[in-house]
């Protein structure tokens, strides 16, 4: 997610310094990044350019989900709580917060009672409140495995902001305890409900472009002068390699749901430059290129350091598919080209977000199937751990289907 100041969410003190950092990294950057640990949660005050609501926002129906949000950063506050005015069948139960007073400004825009403000140490209280029905996680990503387990210790249902944590073990245990919890685990990938994408993915299971050769992904922007003890993206323990993790995420799922395939070989390349204490810690850049069962490539770009893009290209025998801006918040754009030109306007993108709280409150109501759920963040991490040891080592990993390495 990127947002203005990058500040999306509550925050934190990283154990360990930058200099151990970067000596892992040195050492073995494929295992030093794919741990997190020594992060605890420490409330932060409210971010600049953050616009409470004049009016609390009011659940539209008698079974709308009550979700807890937990760490009310910029994503939290600019994104995704203005948008449960939208959802139909989710709305605000519960915040919680390190921050007193953000927990009182905040609470009070969003009509939230004062015993339903939560601090992180009092957290396990929400299993006792039944107006909580779910827990929205929006913490950084390191510290997304402890906190969905409290969650899933308090019997709630989980929505946990992507990607799903820092390695694939962490993903596994967190998969198991919601299954030891009965309770239902769903990760944020917004654009599965965004109408371009959707349409996308018709588009290529139609075959509008042919039989897919070349897929090309970029998600990429120029982060200003920063350090890790300033923005958590930047800090290892809390944010991995960093752009791949972050904003590089949408390239590695837009090859995924484009193409229908999962990789079964990558090679890869990072860099990060010296002395550019943005850098110290995490990537500047990340690039690997796939190859698919049918023959198929993909090209996947992403970059803390370059001039700001995000697109998604196909190219097929017949044709290519072009989406530029691909994954963000608005403003999307889509075309066709080949025998059928065309532009596609199929909805407005604004409504990824309600339509995503109204997807898990489906699950959780009805038992709706989740389109994006634990196992596809499992997935993801698998792949992106592939991505770095081939980085690490120089070679091409094989890969089984499910994304694991093989030998």
Not at 164 to 179: D, N, T, W
Not at 324 to 351: C, H, I, N, W
Request: charged letters at 20%; a positive charge; glycine letters at 10%.
């Amino acid at each position: 997610m990127i947002g203005n100041g990058m500040t999306r969410r509550t925050f934190i003190e990283a154990g360990g310094g930058v200099a151990t950092a970067s000596l892992a990294m040195a050492a073995s950057p494929a295992a030093a990044l794919l741990q997190s640990g020594g992060a605890t949660v420490k409330g932060q005050p409210l971010p600049d350019g953050v616009k409470l609501p004049t009016v609390a926002p009011k659940r539209k129906r008698p079974d709308s989900v009550g979700f807890a949000i937990v760490g009310l950063g910029g994503y939290a506050l600019n994104q995704m709580m203005p948008r449960f005015d939208q959802a139909e069948r989710a709305h605000i139960a519960a915040i919680v917060s390190g921050n007193p007073n953000k927990l009182t400004r905040v609470g009070d825009a969003y009509g939230v009672p004062a015993d339903a403000r939560y601090s992180y140490e009092d957290f396990a209280k929400i299993a006792s409140d039944d107006r909580i029905d779910a827990v929205y996680i929006v913490l950084p990503t390191g510290l997304h495995a402890e906190w969905v387990t409290r969650a899933f210790a308090a019997r709630k249902h989980v929505l946990c902001e992507k990607p799903m944590a820092l390695s694939s073990a962490e993903c596994a245990r967190m998969i198991a305890a919601g299954q030891r919890a009965k309770r239902k685990l769903m990760i944020a990938y917004r654009s599965h409900f965004e109408p371009y994408n959707l349409e996308a993915m018709k588009l290529m299971q139609q075959k509008a472009a042919g039989d897919i050769r070349l897929v090309r992904t970029e998600q990429s922007y120029r982060m200003g002068p920063t350090s890790p003890s300033q923005n958590w993206r930047t800090s290892r323990a809390l944010a991995g390699g960093g752009p791949l993790e972050d904003y590089g995420i949408y390239g590695l799922q837009s090859a995924l749901y484009l193409t229908g395939e999962m990789p079964e070989s990558i090679s890869a390349t990072t860099f990060r430059p010296t002395g550019d204490p943005r850098f110290a810690e995490i990537f500047a850049h990340v690039a690997s290129q796939w190859r698919f069962p049918s023959g198929a490539v993909a090209q996947l770009v992403t970059s803390y350091d370059s001039a700001g893009t995000n697109f998604a290209h196909v190219r097929g025998t017949t044709g290519a598919l072009i989406m530029d801006p691909a994954t963000s918040y608005s403003g999307q754009k889509m075309r066709l080209e080949g025998r059928d030109d065309r532009e596609f306007t199929p909805g407005d993108p604004s409504v990824q977000f309600a339509r995503q709280l109204d997807h898990f409150a489906d699950a959780v109501r009805d038992n709706a199937a989740i389109r994006t759920p634990g196992e596809m963040g499992l997935r993801d991490l698998r792949l992106i751990e592939a991505i770095y040891a081939a980085a690490a080592d120089g070679r091409t990993v094989k890969l089984a289907p499910d994304g694991t390495m093989r030998g």
